[in-house]
């Protein structure tokens, strides 16, 4: 959805590194994109049985409070990345998958850290993967690794997912960034050139400051050669697929659990 401050990033904050790294990447993206930072933590103890309430004459003290520190801890991080972008935020009652997933109800980006968010993970990474991604209204980026790499944008082929390959196009042109393309190990090179000429004529008609530079073969299935092939890349960009009929859920490709599980730069994962 657009919004008149352009598009709006919700941001899961959490108690770990890698979310403070979420909202550092989350801040610059929204700048770049001339969009604005909703900061969200999902505030799960109303829902078990622990007095959540300060202690008498100790101000400060008490869960309620070290959550709204925690939301202000992440606006102090987005003001050190000296960003000229609109920040509100809020403390939701509730588990954090619900919390977020009503979130992105009016989110254009939902953006989680890679690690340090427990059986949250579990849910993005795993068995049951894009749990999350397959229940929000948005697309989805984790935050793995350098959060300010110089490289292109990663494109993670994939022949059924064509939106995929604007919103590459779109983040490109943002970040004045190429594409760098890669490919499943069994595609000879011959379809290789194909793929590359066929996605760098279509963004070509609609980004035409955007350039396809390459593309890669990844050496095996192994998931780190999958990483290794665009490990320059600044961001890597990954379709995820609904499974037929309505209200089908977004399966995880094998491309994408493997991405997920060995990147170490930030993961979108686009919905269709």
């Not at 011959?190 to 963004?203: K, P, S, T, Y």
Request: proline letters at 5%; glycine letters at 10%; charged letters at 20%.
């Amino acid at each position: 959805m657009e919004h008149s401050t352009g598009p709006r990033i919700t941001v899961g904050v959490f108690d770990a590194d890698e979310s403070d790294q979420a909202v550092r990447w989350a801040a610059r993206h929204a700048a770049a994109v001339g969009g604005s930072l909703h900061l969200v933590h999902a505030f799960v103890w109303t829902e078990l049985d622990v007095n959540i309430e300060p202690i008498s004459g100790m101000a400060g003290s008490g869960f309620r409070s070290a959550a709204h520190t925690l939301i202000e801890d992440a606006a102090a991080i987005v003001r050190e990345c000296r960003v000229d972008i609109p920040v509100t935020s809020e403390v939701a009652d509730g588990n954090a998958v619900p919390v977020l997933v009503g979130a992105s109800r009016e989110a254009d980006l939902l953006v989680l850290g890679g690690r340090g968010m427990g059986r949250l993970m579990t849910l993005i990474v795993g068995s049951k993967s894009l749990a999350l991604a397959a229940r929000a209204h948005c697309p989805v980026v984790v935050v793995r690794g350098k959060v300010d790499g110089q490289g292109p944008i990663g494109l993670v082929h994939h022949e059924l997912a064509s939106e995929v390959v604007t919103r590459a196009a779109d983040l490109a042109e943002a970040y004045g960034r190429d594409i760098h393309l890669v490919v499943r190990p069994e595609t000879t090179p011959g379809e290789a050139q194909e793929i590359l000429d066929g996605v760098a004529q279509r963004v070509a008609l609609t980004h035409p400051s955007v350039f396809v530079r390459d593309v890669t073969i990844a050496v095996s299935d192994n998931p780190k050669q999958l990483v290794r092939a665009s490990e320059d890349a600044c961001l890597m960009v990954v379709a995820g697929e609904r499974s037929p009929g309505a209200g089908g859920k977004v399966a995880a490709p094998r491309q994408l659990v493997n991405v997920l599980r060995f990147a170490n730069t930030p993961v979108w994962i686009e919905r269709d």
